[in-house]
Nanobody, 124 residues
Framework: QVQLVESGGGSVQAGGSLRLACAAS????????MGWYRQAPGKEREGVAT???????NYADSVKGRFTIAKDNARNTLYLQMNSLKPEDTAMYYC??????????????????WGKGTLVTISS
């Protein structure tokens, strides 16, 4: 069974940085597509960034230039480097993975596996 465990969340001031990690197990990490999603209270879930086997990635317009998604196949870990954080980035961040093997996935792709999330809080 696939398990995704997020870590790295916390509270930082606006302008700061944070790196989230997602440890995957029971998953074809090197060939699968994965992504980060977030949901703030009272808001709909939104895709933040996705990445596939050959490094093809997609980013939400709101995080382009500030966030970077990366996969470490040797460690079966997905990362999200977040810089220049804003209060609007405050949300529960979830790691997700796709069952199908694809070249790339859009931000609204229906991922099959999900982690339980890690909370990110940005103060002004």
């Amino acid at each position: 069974q696939v398990q995704l465990v997020e870590s790295g969340g916390g509270s930082v001031q606006a302008g700061g940085s944070l790196r989230l990690a997602c440890a995957a197990s029971g998953y074809s990490f090197s060939t699968g597509c994965m992504g980060w999603y977030r949901q703030a209270p009272g808001k709909e879930r939104e895709g933040v960034a996705t990445i596939c086997s050959f490094g093809v990635s997609n980013y939400a317009d709101s995080v382009k230039g500030r966030f970077t998604i990366a996969k470490d196949n040797a460690r079966n870990t997905l990362y999200l480097q977040m810089n220049s954080l804003k209060p609007e980035d405050t949300a529960m961040y979830y790691c997700a993975a796709a069952r199908d093997v694809r070249y790339s996935v859009p931000l609204n792709y229906a991922m099959n596996y999900w982690g339980k999330g890690t909370l990110v809080t940005i103060s002004s």
